[in-house]
Every structure is written in structure tokens, then in C-alpha cells.
């Protein structure tokens, strides 16, 4: 069973919405931090959001905090990102990674999450 696992992802229209998965295992249920990175053609990586789920922490990038929404599935233990109003720009590979923290924290940087899922492609066309 994969530690994570990424779902969602597909061809949309600027404009559309769809909403990404990220499934946890018995492992990673309980990390406490999941966030979204996404990964487009020739860019570096960018942190996209990441909620602390056990504190309620919500945490967006400039790019995307009005498009989208992370929350968690308190059943399924999944954690789900809606797009809304999807652009051109957010074309690329997206990433769900999650790790253990005991402070009320979302790291925004890679290197700070061990686990990740192997990604999810997103289109968007104009």
C-alpha cells in the first residue's frame, strides 16, 4: 500500500473546477501535516497548501489561496484540494506530502516532509 496516494488529476478548461485526492495509508493517517506541491515543465517546485489538520491550521500561497481549498475527510483520512476557477498556470504535477509536527506549523518547504505520493497530472487549457 502506497504511504500516499494522489487522485484527481485530469484535463479541465481555464475557467473549470476539479478537486485532487490525496489518500493516506494506516502509516500516514496520523501525520499530522499534509500539504500540496505541484511541479510545472521547466519550474521549480512551489508549495501550493498545507493544513495541520489536529490544529486547524490552513496555510496557502499567494498564487492559489483564492482558487483553492485543502480540507480533510475526518472519515476517509483523505485530504482534498478544490480548484476553482482554474488557470493555465496551474498546469503541472501535484504532489501531496505529509509529516509529524507537534507544534501548530505547515512547513512550506520541500525538504521539510519525507512522505510523498508519486503525483498527479493537472492540465489546464486556455
Known amino acids: 500500500q502506497a504511504l500516499l496516494e494522489e487522485s484527481g488529476g485530469r484535463s479541465v478548461r481555464a475557467g473549470e473546477s476539479l478537486r485532487l485526492s490525496c489518500a493516506t495509508s494506516?502509516?500516514?493517517?496520523?501525520?499530522?501535516?499534509v500539504s500540496w506541491f505541484r511541479q510545472a515543465p521547466r519550474a521549480e517546485g512551489e508549495f501550493v497548501a498545507g493544513i495541520n489538520w489536529r490544529t486547524g491550521l490552513v496555510v496557502y500561497s499567494d498564487s492559489v489561496k483564492d482558487r483553492f481549498t485543502i480540507s480533510r475527510d475526518n472519515q476517509t483520512k483523505t485530504v482534498n484540494l478544490q480548484v476553482v476557477s482554474a488557470k493555465p498556470e496551474d498546469t503541472a504535477v501535484y504532489y501531496c506530502?505529509?509529516?509529524?509536527?507537534?507544534?501548530?506549523?505547515?512547513?512550506?518547504?520541500?525538504?521539510?516532509?519525507?512522505?510523498w505520493g508519486r503525483g498527479t497530472q493537472v492540465t489546464v487549457s486556455s
Open positions: 506530502a505529509a509529516r509529524q509536527a507537534s507544534e501548530s506549523v505547515v512547513p512550506r518547504r520541500s525538504l521539510d516532509y519525507l512522505t
Open positions: 494506516e502509516r500516514t493517517s496520523s501525520f499530522s501535516i
